[in-house]
């Protein structure tokens, strides 16, 4: 990386953390550049080098989560292992707490888009895994409804859970979220259940 990027990304590392401070405060339609120059510390054209607009602020914080979140995905093995499980629902959680962009977006109507673009990664993964040999899936076809089952389980309580101003602790939500994919999920994806 040159100097350039390395100046470029963090600009853009000032202008996300910006955002996502500001979302703390504001509702997201409420954000104006103005707010996001003003708390990253830089100038308009600055922010307009790397953003047309709020609009295109959004959209790559939308990109930049969902590639957090296929990041996190493409790390977890799953296995008839609770503790292997558990630790990737809890990068998960954690993830979803930490990041007020995610839990605005599971607690708007702007999720509904987001959600799309999360089903099309989704679907991405889902025929990685059932394409990949080391799994020992019993029936590829239905391992992807398998899968597409506990995505949608997934962030149904993730939805819940933010709703409710993560009221739960994230432990007890691994937990619930662990016990779902080990008693429920994993048995119909693979053979040696």
Not at 97 to 108: A, Y
Not at 112 to 129: I, N, P, S
Not at 146 to 175: C, M, N, Q, R
Request: proline fraction near 3%; hydrophobic fraction near 40%; charge should be negative.
């Amino acid at each position: 990386m040159n100097e350039f990027d390395e100046r470029y990304s963090t600009v853009e590392d000032a202008i996300f953390d910006s955002f996502f401070l500001l979302l703390k405060e504001k509702e997201i339609d409420k954000i104006t550049v103005s707010d996001v120059v003003k708390k990253a510390g830089i100038v308009r054209s600055t922010f307009y080098n790397h953003y047309e607009n709020i609009p295109t602020l959004v959209n790559a914080a939308e990109e930049k989560t969902i590639e957090k979140i296929f990041n996190l995905m493409e790390s977890f093995h799953p296995k008839d292992d609770r503790g292997i499980c558990k630790s990737f629902f809890l990068a998960i959680c954690n993830y979803t707490k930490e990041n007020p962009f995610l839990g605005t977006l599971l607690d708007s109507t702007r999720g509904d888009a987001f959600f799309e673009k999360m089903l099309l990664m989704f679907d991405r993964y889902m025929r990685t895994v059932t394409d990949d040999e080391a799994y020992q899936i019993k029936d590829r076809k239905s391992a992807t409804y398998y899968i597409a089952s506990s995505i949608g389980s997934t962030i149904g309580v993730l939805h819940k859970w933010s709703t409710t101003g993560f009221d739960v602790p994230v432990d007890e939500i691994a937990d619930i979220l662990t016990q779902v994919f080990v008693t429920g999920i994993l048995p119909g994806l693979s053979n040696r259940a």
